[in-house]
Structures are given as structure tokens and as C-alpha cells.
């Protein structure tokens, strides 16, 4: 047994489910671009600009520049120049949302289609930048529509009622994703449905009042109105307060973690900024609101004031904090470290308890010494016969007299068990055995690579999985890179800068393999072992392979040897060199197709 397959062709037992073949980093190899580019700032610039049509991005920039101006011109038409106070708001609150959606529409290298928390936080944005509460388009109302002022009242105030319920019912959205990101998949569902519900209420509410209105119906009954809103403003409560305690809780307990990670402190910082604002934000948007309808109301009433005009400025301040909100807290402005909150905040899960630190059982093979069998080399990727091979041999040694067979081959799961350690050589003094079983590696065997799809990204599944992949890289001393929600642009500079890296580490390390050699030494001790106790040796091979692919032992190193014998091979990477050492050492075994291992197994016990 073996401690990974380079080829890709299998997965070998110490790292199943665990370790990158080097096909697969070669595969999401940058391509670069005719010239020869020498640097990552070089590389940068190039994905930069060529990540889209320029002339997307100029029609998106044309717009937004005209929408912005023509809300502009029409809020300065409304209130004049007489009050700066007044004309200072005309001007900030559709430059402020341009500002915003500009960041979306150009600073694509940080931009990910990928990310959820990306695509929820331009459509809020985008919806914050809607026209329905400008100044501007209270006065083209009262205007062009001055017999039916109250209908008109009516359409503004409802209209800005949803708009604000739109937007933070997006803001809610996002959080939840956070939670999810945190390990708190249950609070961010039951969040979720709640906010849902209370969403729901407040539609039916304002829903019920239209047609009530329409219909000329009287408003002496409204207690299904209030009662729905009633039910909508419980569901915000208890939303936003679950929220907020759930995000301090994991905070806290970073922050009272032992050590002293400045990056695990600062993200715990971010994160109560976030929870602050999971209250303030909402709560300042309902204050505006109340603001906003009550001097569109005297407006209506009695024409407008300066006094009641200035009351809209609550809601362009609250505006003004769901995009610092929206763009901060989600990673597309602000500090390099603060580019990936997702990221960081899976970290912090994994720290506070709420991610999943499930531990694989190491096998360091077993050797019955009463067995007539050995199994000396098997395929690592049929990995459930390898775990009904696991629980067969190690059970039958707990009942006397049933000691049928042995199993001879090893799975690494940490350091502690062996995984990236290495064992030396006797036959090479000074070297290990990386050298004699594998040559040189590549040093894309330095990468490890997992693919996510972003929508499972935060699954139990594949929490788990990920997690495995980190302890494995670790234990290794590998590069890890998870390609799941980035950018293309920021994925090839992640991947271009960790193979640089890769390759000073392979130089480094002389060409060794990550995954060690210790597995070897253990692996070679069973065999000794079996063969001493006169135990027949046996090897599994792939389906309808058995007998291809081997490689004499002084061959092990040419990679021509290699490349032809794994054109249609029956042996992983590491099975290679498992059976080339068996041959070396002159000891005879007999060769299975993987097929017949359960009815093996059956025979042997």
C-alpha cells in the first residue's frame, strides 16, 4: 500500500480522499498569454485586462454615469440651491449609490460570479440605487399628479416601504450566508425562514391596504393588517437578534482562544463590526423611514418646507451605512485582508468548535501470525473493499482460531502516523527512499488542489472533506488551494503565485516526495514479517488488469519505464513500487484481479 498515486490513475490508502495528483494541478495550469510574463504583477495586469469586453464595461459605465446624473438633476430640480444642507442631499445619495455599483462594474479583480455573498451583495446595490425615496421623484409626483396627491402620497410612502424591506431583507440574506460560512448551518436556516415569514407578512399587509385603497373599501376593520404587520415586525426581531447573539458568541470565543493569531483576532473584530451593524443597520432604517413618511405626509398636507424636507436626511444616511455595509463586510473594498471573509470565517469555525475535526484511524497494517495468507499489495482507489478489508482482518484477530489472513499495507492519516515523514535507506546511506521509488518529483506534487462547487461549499460533506485536505497538507508540508467561489482573475493569481512557491519548496527538499517514505519502512517491515511466517503473498490488481504494469525495481526512476508501463496499468503509483521490491527480493506471490477480493476474502476466512 502506498502513499499517494501521482498519475492520477488511483488513490492510494494513506491520503485517500486527501492528496492531489499531479494531473489535476497540471490541468488548472495558468495559461499564459503569447509573451512571457515574469512576474505576478505582470500576470495581474494581463487577467485584468482581459477578463471582459472593454466595451461592456464602457456601456456599464456610460449608463450608470447618465442614471446617476439625470437622479442628480432631477433632486436639484426639487429643492433648488437656497439650502446647502438640502443640496448637499440631492447630490449624495445617487452619487453615493453610483459610487457602489461603479466598484461592481470595475473592480472586477475582486468580483467573484462564484460567490453568493458577491452576487447578493450587488443586487443590493443595485437595489439601493433605485429611484422611489429621491426628493426627485416626490416632486415629479406632486406635479404631474396634483388632483390625486393623496394617491400619489400613497404610491411613495408604500413604494419606499418596500424598497427599505427589499434592502434589508437582502442585508438579512447575507448574514445568514456568514452563519453558514461559521458553522452555524441551523441558525442561518431557522434565520432564514423566519425572515422569510416576516418578509411574507409585510407583503400581504401592504398588499391588503392597496387593494383596499383601490377598491374604496372603508378602514374601519384593519385587524388582519395589523396583526400581519405585527407578525412581520416579531419575525424582524427575532431575526436580527439571533443574528447579532450568534455572531458575538463565535467572536468571543475566538477572541478568548488561547494564542495569539492576529489574523483570527482580527477577523473576530470584523465580525463583531458585523454583528453591531446586523441591530444598527435595520434600526436606523426603520427610524428614517419613520422620518421620510412623516414629511411626506405634512408634505402632501401642506406643501413642502425646508424643515420637513431635511427629515429625508436620515434615509440618505441610512443609505449611506447599508452600502458601507454591503461593500466592507463583503469583502469588495477595504484592506487586502479582508478580501476573502468567507474564507476567514470558515477558519474561525474550524477554531471555535463549530467546524468538523472528525479524526481518520490511522492502519499500520496487521500481521497474524497464526494466518496461511497475506495481502501484500492493494489498489487504494476501490476504497470501500479497502474498508471492509480493514474491519475483516482486524476482527478476525479478536476470536481465536480465526486468523486466516493478514494485510500487509499501511494508511497514513497524520504525522503522528507517519504521513510526510521519511525513512532511511540502507542500501543509500544518507538518503531516503523517495529516492530510490520515485526519483525526482515534480513540484506540482507540492499543490494540492481541491475543486468545490460553490453552492456545496459549505456542506457538511465537504467541510468534512476540506478539512481533511488541510490536515493532509499540513501534515505534508503541501500547498493548499480550494478553487470554489474566486474570480477567475483572483484564482490564477492564487495559483500562480502558489506554484512559484511549490517549486522553491520542491528545490528545497531535493526532489522528494511530500507524502514521505515512512509508509514504505512500515510497509517493508509487514511484508519481512509475512514472508519469515511463511505466509502466501498475494496482490490485487485494477479491474481486467491483473498482471499489468510492473516495473523492475532499477527501473523506478526512469520515467520512459514509468510512462510505458502505466499506459494500461493494474497498479497505482505507489503498488508499482510495492511489487517491484517483492520481485527484487526474489519472493514469489499470486495475482488477483481486485473482482475476486470479497470471494478472497470469503476463502481465506
Known sequence: ???????????????????????????????????????????????????????????????????????????????????????????????????????????????????????????????????????????????????????????????????????????????????????????????????????????????????????????????????????????????????????????????????????????????????????????????????????TVVMWRSGPTTTNAKLGTWLTVDIFLQICNTLMLNGMVGPKQWNRPMDAFRQLADLSGFGFASKRIAFPGHINRTAAKCVVSFPGKYSELWDEAVSAVTSQAEIAGMERWSLACVFLTDADSGLGQHAENPDTPGKCWCHSIYGHVPAETYLSVVEVEPEHLDSQAHRQMVSFKRSDAEAMGQLLLIKSDQSDVEWQLQLAEATEKAQQLCFERGGRAPWGCQWFEEWKRNLDLAAQLGQELHVFYFAERKGQGKVPWDQLCDDAAKERARQNSGLGASQTAEVAYIERMGLSFVEHDIRDFKEFMAGAG
Open 1 to 295: 500500500m502506498s502513499a499517494r498515486d501521482p498519475t492520477g490513475e488511483s488513490l492510494e490508502l494513506p491520503l485517500r480522499g486527501a492528496s492531489l495528483v499531479a494531473s489535476a494541478a497540471a490541468k488548472h495550469q495558468p495559461q499564459g498569454p503569447k509573451r512571457r510574463r515574469t512576474t505576478l504583477a505582470e500576470l495581474g495586469e494581463y487577467l485584468e485586462t482581459h477578463s471582459e469586453p472593454v466595451s461592456l464595461t464602457k456601456t456599464g459605465r456610460l449608463a450608470l454615469a447618465a442614471y446617476t446624473s439625470l437622479r442628480v438633476l432631477a433632486n436639484l430640480c426639487a429643492v433648488g440651491w437656497d439650502d446647502v444642507h438640502l443640496t448637499c442631499d440631492a447630490v449624495l445619495r445617487p452619487v453615493m449609490t453610483g459610487f457602489g455599483i461603479y466598484f461592481f462594474l470595475c473592480k472586477n479583480d475582486r468580483f467573484s460570479e462564484k460567490s453568493l455573498l458577491h452576487i447578493w451583495s450587488r443586487r443590493t446595490i443595485f437595489s439601493l440605487a433605485f429611484f422611489i425615496a429621491d426628493e426627485g421623484f416626490r416632486y415629479a409626483l406632486r406635479r404631474y399628479a396634483p388632483s390625486h396627491r393623496w394617491a400619489a402620497g400613497f404610491v411613495s410612502l408604500v413604494g419606499t416601504l418596500l424598497w427599505e424591506v427589499v434592502c434589508n431583507f437582502m442585508q438579512v440574506l447575507m448574514t445568514n450566508l456568514k452563519l453558514r460560512a461559521l458553522g452555524r448551518s441551523f441558525t442561518g436556516q431557522f434565520c432564514h425562514a423566519v425572515a422569510v415569514t416576516g418578509f411574507v407578512s409585510i407583503l400581504i399587509s401592504g398588499g391588503l391596504v392597496v387593494v383596499r385603497r383601490l377598491a374604496s373599501i372603508s378602514n374601519d376593520d384593519l385587524s388582519l393588517v395589523y396583526s400581519l404587520a405585527q407578525l412581520s415586525l416579531l419575525c424582524c426581531l427575532v431575526t436580527l437578534l439571533t443574528q447579532c447573539c450568534s455572531l458575538c458568541i463565535v467572536a468571543c470565543s475566538a477572541l478568548r482562544a488561547p494564542g495569539d493569531d492576529e489574523s483570527i483576532r482580527s477577523t473576530a473584530f470584523f465580525l463583531l463590526g458585523n454583528a453591531l451593524l446586523v441591530i444598527l443597520g435595520p434600526s436606523l432604517s426603520f427610524f428614517a423611514y419613520f422620518r421620510y413618511g412623516h414629511s
